[in-house]
């Protein structure tokens, strides 16, 4: 079945620092690749997307590169704020037999200090 | 605002009641679903729907029930609580199913359920 394995956390950085959260999925076929944003009492919220292999998503300084031949789609960002404390989810879209469904991990806490 | 709208917020139950959390979304999306979050176990699918009148089950079924009579309106239902649903439960539509594949769903604010 489809899978998805993300970095265990919680991850705690300093303003400024550089964050990556890694992803790295199982599916068949040629899955759509998302990472969600849920900030302290919100719901989930779509950061970025790829839809194939080696596009890259990007929103709000975070990037993310669809890697087929790794089945990864690590999240990036350059200089994180204290605004950026939140729990990410890495998620994929396979379809097919799988319609409608987007399969999730487990959710990476960020905790940014200043 | 356009979006998914879930309500209660939160609900405190004691073990064996029943209760009905409601979602309601007005962008005419024929797709909605009902997950729940642990901690550690990421989202996990209870019940979805293609349409109205169509469901279907999800990952985690027991213990829930669900029904779409109109393309809006997609409740779940706890027909006797127990504390191993204390948990936070997310409604999420998208336009159809394989619209998914490139805009991801909308979730709603969530519903904190405590089963004592």
């Known amino acids: 079945g489809n899978s998805v394995t993300q970095m265990e956390g919680p991850v705690t950085l300093s303003e400024e620092a550089f964050l990556t959260i890694n992803c790295t999925y199982t599916a068949t076929g040629y899955p759509s690749l998302f990472w969600y944003v849920q900030y302290p009492g919100e719901g989930l919220q779509l950061l970025l997307k790829?839809?194939?292999?080696?596009d890259k998503g990007s929103n709000k300084g975070f990037e993310a590169t669809y890697r087929k031949e790794t089945t990864s789609f690590h999240l990036e960002k350059g200089s994180v704020q204290v605004s950026d404390s939140a729990v990410y989810f890495c998620a994929l879209y396979a379809g097919g037999t799988s319609y409608g469904k987007l399969t999730f991990g487990q959710g990476t806490i960020l905790t940014v200090h200043p | 605002n356009a979006g998914v709208t879930q309500t209660p917020k939160f609900q405190v139950l004691k073990t064996g009641q029943s209760m009905t959390l409601q979602c309601a979304q007005d962008?005419?999306?024929?797709?909605m679903s009902w997950y729940r979050q642990d901690p550690g176990m990421g989202l996990r699918l209870i019940h979805y729907?293609?349409?109205?009148?169509?469901?279907d089950q999800g990952e985690v079924p027991n213990g829930y029930n669900v029904s779409r009579s109109t393309t809006e309106d997609f409740p779940l239902r706890l027909l006797s609580a127990a504390p191993s649903q204390t948990s936070v439960y997310f409604c999420?539509?998208?336009?159809?199913?394989?619209?998914?594949?490139?805009?991801?769903?909308?979730f709603g604010s969530g519903t904190r359920l405590t089963v004592v």
């Open positions: 790829a839809t194939k292999a080696d």
């Open positions: 962008m005419n999306h024929e797709y």
């Open positions: 729907s293609v349409g109205a009148g169509i469901t």
């Open positions: 999420a539509s998208s336009y159809s199913g394989d619209s998914a594949a490139h805009y991801g769903y909308t």
